[in-house]
Nanobody
C-alpha cells in the first residue's frame, strides 16, 4: 500500500505558477515509479508526467513539456509537480499515482492501468 495525499492546487492566472505536492505514507515510497495525471470536466484522465523510483529518468506529455517539472524527494516521501506558464487548458483535477509494481526495471508507462495507487486529487484552475 502507498497511501497518497495531494496538495498545492488552487486558482492562478494564465502565465502563473503552482507547485503540487504528493505526500506518501509508509516506508516503500522510494521503491515506486510515480506519476501525475489530470482530468478536466467531461474528459478522460490524461497522463502528465512520470519519474523513476531512482529519480533518474522522467517522461512528460507533449502538452506540458518545457513548462512542467516532476521531481521527488525520497527522504521526505514526497512527489512534486512544478507547473509554470500555466494556461487555461491546464485546468483540471490533478492526481498523483504510484506504479502498480515496485522497483520496475524501466520507467513506468503513461497508461493509468499501470498505476495501482491514487491520491484523491487537487483542483487546479487557471483563469483570469
Amino acid at each position: 500500500q502507498v497511501p497518497l495525499v495531494e496538495s498545492g492546487g488552487g486558482l492562478v492566472q494564465p502565465g502563473g505558477s503552482l507547485r503540487l505536492s504528493c505526500a506518501a505514507s509508509g516506508r516503500t515510497f522510494s521503491n515506486y515509479d510515480m506519476g501525475w495525471f489530470r482530468q478536466a470536466p467531461g474528459k478522460e484522465r490524461e497522463f502528465v508526467a512520470a519519474i523513476r523510483w531512482t529519480g533518474g529518468r522522467t517522461n512528460y506529455a507533449d502538452s506540458v513539456k518545457g513548462r512542467f517539472t516532476i521531481s521527488r524527494d525520497n527522504a521526505k516521501n514526497t512527489l512534486y509537480l512544478q507547473m509554470n506558464s500555466l494556461k487555461p487548458e491546464d485546468t483540471a483535477v490533478y492526481y498523483c499515482a504510484a506504479d502498480r509494481v515496485p522497483l520496475r526495471a524501466v520507467l513506468v508507462t503513461a497508461n493509468p492501468q499501470d498505476y495501482g495507487y491514487w491520491g484523491q486529487g487537487t483542483q487546479v484552475t487557471v483563469s483570469s
